[in-house]
Nanobody, 124 residues
Framework: QVQLVESGGGLVQAGGSLRLSCAASGRTFRTYAMGWFRQAPGNEREFVAFISSYGGSTRYADAVKGRFTISRDNAKNTVYLQMSRLKPEDTSVYYC?????????????????WGQGTQVTVSS
């Protein structure tokens, strides 16, 4: 089992950047594939990015492709989401998630563990 804690959210102007972090507990972090999702009020939780257990495979939602970068440091048990050229429509609570299987996954039910979320607000 793994516990996840996100940080790094905040208020930023449109065009700015933020880096989210997700710290994981447990010695087996490197065996989990990781994902980032986001959820705005009244909306379903939507996929943002995926990274495989050793970082060799990534996948992005079309809405963030070219602006966001997912990465991980297995020595620090941490996954990151670097967000650049932020837009007001990126405003959401951002969640990190972990899954036991290394197969690419872009839907919330495919993930086994979730963090509590961190708020990102982009002002226009």
């Amino acid at each position: 089992q793994v516990q996840l804690v996100e940080s790094g959210g905040g208020l930023v102007q449109a065009g700015g950047s933020l880096r989210l972090s997700c710290a994981a507990s447990g010695r087996t972090f490197r065996t989990y594939a990781m994902g980032w999702f986001r959820q705005a009020p009244g909306n379903e939780r939507e996929f943002v990015a995926f990274i495989s257990s050793y970082g060799g495979s990534t996948r992005y939602a079309d809405a963030v492709k070219g602006r966001f970068t997912i990465s991980r440091d297995n020595a620090k048990n941490t996954v990151y989401l670097q967000m650049s050229r932020l837009k007001p429509e990126d405003t959401s609570v951002y969640y990190c998630a972990a899954k036991d299987s290394n197969v690419v996954a872009t839907t919330a039910p495919e993930y086994d563990y979730w963090g509590q979320g961190t708020q990102v607000t982009v002002s226009s």
